[in-house]
């Protein structure tokens, strides 16, 4: 069965700083593998996802991850904070085969300070 | 009114109450779902709906109900409700039900059972 873990619950960066978020998925083949970003308030947004192909993959807002096959991972970078980003992130893996379930971990609560 | 919504946006009600949430999208998609947020728990994937046809139902109690009337509209009925039910309800859209297909959210209702 598929299933997501985040380690870090809480996470606080200051502003310009970098950022690496972890996500670590349990998935029998190759998944399909996702950033979505929660601000206060707020539904889910998208930031990235993986399908195939280049391992690094580019999101909205300067975002990037990337899939490490043999780490079973996909760490979300950014090479600096904005305030603006402080928002919960969540790691979701979907199949590439079955319908549109996707399984999202616990998130991230990220705090940016000034 | 663009994307996707939700009312109400909070709503308290004890367990012998019955009311539905309301979720309706403006993007054209044929395939919505509702998803239950919960603290410190993963986001759980309730129900999808694909051309108003329900296509999973997650081992989902009873005391939910959903109805699909059309593909920009969904509903989620609820009656004799648990205090272990309080979250916050997540209504999402998807051009299609597969994976492939990025899903859309609404800023969610916050539900809490007294």
């Known amino acids: 069965a598929q299933s997501v873990t985040q380690p870090d619950i809480h996470i606080t960066v200051s502003e310009g700083a970098s950022l690496e978020l972890r996500c670590n998925y349990s998935?029998?083949?190759?998944?399909?593998l996702f950033w979505y970003v929660q601000s206060p308030g707020q539904g889910l947004q998208l930031l990235l996802k993986?399908?195939?192909?280049?391992?690094l993959v580019q999101g909205i807002k300067g975002f990037e991850a990337e899939f490490k096959r043999s780490q079973s991972s996909f760490n979300l970078r950014k090479p600096s904070v904005h305030w603006s980003d402080a928002a919960e992130y969540f790691c979701a893996v979907g199949s590439q085969t079955g319908a549109n379930n996707l399984f999202f971990g616990t998130g991230t609560r990220l705090t940016v300070i000034p | 009114e663009t994307g996707v919504t939700q009312t109400p946006r909070h709503l308290v009600m004890g367990m012998t109450n019955k009311k539905s949430l309301k979720c309706e999208q403006h993007?054209?998609?044929?395939?919505m779902y509702w998803y239950k947020q919960s603290a410190k728990k993963p986001l759980e994937l309730m129900f999808v709906?694909?051309?108003?046809?329900?296509?999973e139902n997650n081992s989902v109690p009873s005391r939910f109900s959903p109805e699909c009337p059309n593909s920009s509209h969904l509903f989620l009925h609820l009656h004799t409700l648990q205090p272990e039910d309080s979250a916050l309800y997540l209504c999402a859209s998807s051009l299609g039900d597969s994976v492939d297909y990025e899903q859309y959210f609404g800023p969610g209702t916050r539900l809490t059972v007294t």
């Open positions: 993007l054209g998609h044929n395939a």
């Open positions: 993986y399908f195939s192909g280049d391992t």
């Open positions: 998935y029998g083949a190759t998944p399909y």
């Open positions: 709906y694909n051309f108003k046809e329900q296509t």
